[in-house]
């Protein structure tokens, strides 16, 4: 079965500080896709990133950048030079491929708090 | 372009009462998905449908819970003799899946905050 665990339950750190959410994933599938998503205080879940499981590259989209190690099964997520409106709880995700239904299967989610 | 909406957004009831919730995906979206989320914890899938179709459910959706997509577009997600375990946020998301393989990104909507009393 599928599970991914995020082992950090809640992070704080003062702004500017950069800021990495661990992410471990377990599957016997060998083609996979991995998510994150961000969930405000307003409750919706907005996606960030996907991954399949062929592509190692790490990305970096402005402040965020992702690095995806088969090898140990993490798909960890930094934030650079944290703002207050990073303040949200993290979900990284894992699914089947599409012909398989691709429902996703959450981590428990990191709570980060960024104070000013 | 807009996204994928719920309603309502909270919902109070008693327990043993019923409760219907709507979710409008993104328009040309053929994928639906039901989620709950409780308290400190990730989103637990619940259901999908490919277009009017509902091809999987999750053995957390009990005999109580029943979900439709009549026409493909919007859907709905009963919850009959409500009991105060089913207290949660139910998210619904929709994707465009493609033929080809590959996956589909999915779309979140705010949820509907269910409280039974």
């Known amino acids: 079965a599928q599970k991914v665990t995020q082992a950090q339950t809640e992070i704080s750190v003062v702004e500017k500080e950069d800021v990495t959410l661990d992410c471990v994933y377990e599957t016997r599938d060998t083609t996979y896709y991995l998510f994150w998503y961000k969930q405000p205080p307003s409750g919706e879940l907005v996606f960030l990133i996907r991954r399949n499981s062929f592509d190692e590259q790490n990305e970096i989209s402005g402040r965020y950048s992702w690095n995806f190690q088969k090898s140990t099964s993490s798909f960890n997520f930094t934030i650079t030079a944290s703002q207050v409106v990073d303040s949200a709880v993290y979900f990284c995700a894992l699914s089947e491929p599409m012909e398989y239904g691709n429902k996703l299967v959450f981590g428990a989610g990191t709570i980060l708090r960024v104070k000013s | 372009d807009t996204g994928v909406s719920q309603n309502p957004r909270h919902k109070i009831t008693k327990r043993g009462q019923n409760v219907t919730f709507r979710c409008d995906p993104i328009?040309?979206?053929?994928?639906l998905y039901w989620y709950r989320q409780t308290l400190g914890q990730g989103p637990e899938f619940l259901t999908y449908?490919?277009?009017?179709?509902?091809?999987?459910k999750s053995r957390l959706l009990s005999d109580r819970f029943s979900a439709e997509r009549p026409k493909g577009s919007f859907s709905t997600l009963e919850i009959q003799r409500t009991e105060q375990g089913d207290s949660a946020m139910y998210l619904c998301?929709?994707?465009?899946?493609?033929?080809?393989?590959?996956?589909?990104?999915?779309?979140f909507g705010p949820g509907t905050r269910l409280t039974v009393l």
């Open positions: 328009s040309e979206h053929n994928r």
């Open positions: 998301a929709s994707s465009l899946a493609r033929t080809g393989g590959g996956t589909d990104t999915q779309y």
């Open positions: 449908f490919q277009n009017e179709a509902q091809l999987e």
